[in-house]
């Protein structure tokens, strides 16, 4: 099976900008979620899509959004890009999500530059 | 609130012996860990994971442990090779009011195995 694909690799924005994400999961998997790494903060949980439903939520502002299509690809949106938004992007995708935690596969990251 | 914590930071062992890398985590609730090695411009991949009603799980060279009563987990990599040379991330998560896919991460661990 191929694995988590995440698309574009590689962003360079401007603050005040927005951008758009995308994450393809593993063909079959239908939750996707979502991580921010950063040097500072670690590993950060962004949030969680089920059956294209936002399940769970992390601590980040409300300019962080994301949805799931029906055919479990994710995106997650960005506005108002700030400088502290820089960091790698991580999707995880997982197979069912019923009852208890998944094992998650993770992408290779978007890496969004904001300068 | 949720924590996981990770120690040593950094690790250097001689190629041949052991590596341990130890974390706590505040949940007492938390019954997932699974642990991630992440190598230079890539996303973490999944080493070894345990649930909280077995005690220890071992893959080859590579074992986890989990003592639910002090809330701590350990990885033990067995005779190290350079290409175990990496970042190690161990995490938590729990299900409680329903299913959820939400990793909280330590800090990381690099282990630098030399030849």
């Known amino acids: 099976k191929a694995g988590v694909t995440q698309t574009p690799r590689y962003l360079i924005k401007t603050r005040g900008q927005q951008v758009t994400l995308s994450c393809s999961p593993i063909?079959?998997?239908?939750?996707v979620s979502w991580y921010q790494q950063t040097p500072g903060q670690g590993l950060q949980f962004l949030f969680e899509y089920f059956s294209e439903t936002q399940r769970n939520k992390g601590n980040f502002p409300g300019r962080f959004s994301g949805r799931q299509f029906s055919n479990s690809r994710s995106e997650m949106n960005v506005s108002t890009l700030e400088l502290g938004d820089s960091a790698l992007y991580l999707c995880?995708?997982?197979?069912?999500?019923?009852?208890?935690?998944?094992?998650?596969?993770f992408g290779p990251g978007t890496r969004l530059t904001v300068l | 609130g949720e924590n996981v914590e990770q120690h040593p930071s950094t690790l250097s062992v001689q190629e041949g012996d052991s590596a341990v890398i130890k974390c706590t985590y505040s949940?007492?609730?938390?019954?997932?860990f699974p642990w991630y090695k992440q190598e230079l411009g890539k996303g973490p991949q999944l080493i070894i994971d345990i649930r909280s009603n077995v005690g220890e799980k071992k893959d080859q060279r590579i074992a986890v442990t989990l003592n639910k009563t002090a809330k701590h987990f350990s990885l033990h990599i067995t005779e190290t090779q350079p290409e175990d040379s990496a970042v190690y991330f161990c995490?938590?998560?729990?299900?409680?009011?329903?299913?959820?896919?939400?990793?909280?991460f330590g800090t990381g661990t690099l282990l630098a195995v030399q030849p």
């Open positions: 995490a938590a998560s729990w299900t409680y009011g329903g299913a959820t896919n939400k990793l909280i």
């Open positions: 949940d007492s609730a938390s019954n997932y």
């Open positions: 063909s079959g998997h239908r939750s």
């Open positions: 995880a995708s997982s197979p069912a999500g019923t009852g208890f935690t998944d094992t998650q596969y």
